[in-house]
């Protein structure tokens, strides 16, 4: 069994007040569980509103499989609102 992580740092700009970064961050969040079935959760910089961190895992048999998941939703992110994933990090656990 492997599991799959990935944090992605996120900035987003248009975000005038803490509700507009929920509604932005909540939004990511439901459509990246619905496309990849993956758990995901904002785990950083919740009272920073221009900024969020978000934690996500996936659990699998074969790491390429996870890695080409993570890589997929790395770019869905990208595509999503152009300028908001500021850096990511992808690791796996044994």
């Not at 439901?30 to 995901?40: A, C, D, G, T, Y």
């Amino acid at each position: 069994m492997q599991i799959g992580t990935l944090l992605l740092k996120l900035a987003i700009h248009e975000a005038r007040s803490l509700k507009d970064k929920r509604r932005v961050v909540k939004s990511l969040k439901e459509k990246l569980r619905r496309k990849f079935n993956v758990s995901i959760a904002e785990i950083e910089a919740q009272d920073v509103r221009q900024s969020a961190v978000l934690g996500v895992a996936i659990i699998g048999n074969e790491r390429r499989y996870l890695d080409q998941v993570l890589s997929q939703i790395v770019n869905s992110v990208r595509t999503f609102r152009p300028g908001l994933l500021i850096d990511y990090e992808i690791d796996f656990l044994a």
